[in-house]
């Protein structure tokens, strides 16, 4: 199957500040994206998610930015908090028969300091 | 309203035991899916099920893993004969329909000594 990657293992950001999360994607052909996110003992938690035929989708706090171009998704996360401390996952749909299978990488873990 | 539920929680285990982790979907949720997360790793799909049939079981790493839906709710996964290469979180996953957004548990946590 396809790989869906993330520019940066580990971020840490200042409580208050914006974050940004980068992933990169290979399926030139997926349609479909979504952001997960995951924090410590529990199951990934749905944030956001963008078609193919979006370039931005604002949430509350979260907004989502897609490069067709590049191949390429970011989470922006507006004024930081401590509940925001998780791994991030993007997955990636591709269009055909499976894609119901969500694929995650090893995600970006969030750090977020007080 | 209440989200997917499973259980146990955490579950030990000595190789060579069998184990059945438990999934109660979201009500009215068609689709159920099991995935397999390994510490530091991402997901890796297992088996999905539409209603009490599972189309897809690509994603089951060996005969000794087995799911099974009942009444279009509740579903459990068993692994016989554990292996120590089988610990993991199993998270299932459920959604109105196939390929809809899916909704996590909190997963089952398996060690097996």
């Known amino acids: 199957g396809e790989s869906v990657g993330l520019h940066l293992p580990t971020l840490s950001v200042q409580e208050g500040d914006n974050s940004i999360i980068n992933c990169a994607y290979s399926?030139?052909?997926?349609?479909?994206f979504i952001w997960y996110k995951q924090e410590s003992g529990k199951g990934p938690q749905f944030i956001i998610d963008?078609?193919?035929?979006?370039d931005k989708r604002q949430g509350q706090r979260v907004t989502v930015l897609l490069n067709k171009t590049v191949k390429h998704l970011s989470l922006q996360i507006a004024a930081t908090q401590p509940g925001d401390s998780a791994v991030y996952f993007c997955?990636?749909?591709?269009?055909?028969?499976?894609?119901?299978?969500?694929?995650f990488g090893a995600g970006t873990t969030v750090t977020v300091r007080a | 309203g209440a989200g997917v539920s499973q259980s146990p929680s955490n579950k030990v285990t000595e190789k060579g035991k069998d184990v059945e982790l438990r999934c109660d979907p979201i009500?009215?949720?068609?689709?159920l899916y099991w995935y397999r997360q390994s510490l530091g790793q991402g997901l890796e799909f297992l088996i999905y099920?539409?209603?009490?049939?599972?189309?897809?079981k690509s994603g089951l790493p060996s005969d000794r893993f087995s799911a099974e839906r009942t009444g279009g709710s509740v579903s459990t996964l068993t692994i016989q004969r554990t292996q120590q290469e089988d610990s993991a979180v199993y998270l299932c996953?459920?959604?109105?329909?196939?390929?809809?957004?899916?909704?996590f548990g909190p997963g089952t946590r398996l060690l097996v000594l």
């Open positions: 399926n030139s052909a997926s349609d479909y």
């Open positions: 997955a990636e749909i591709p269009p055909g028969h499976n894609d119901y299978k969500l694929s």
């Open positions: 963008i078609r193919s035929n979006m």
């Open positions: 996953a459920s959604s109105r329909a196939i390929s809809e957004t899916q909704y």
């Open positions: 099920f539409q209603g009490n049939s599972a189309p897809d």
């Open positions: 009500s009215g949720h068609t689709a």
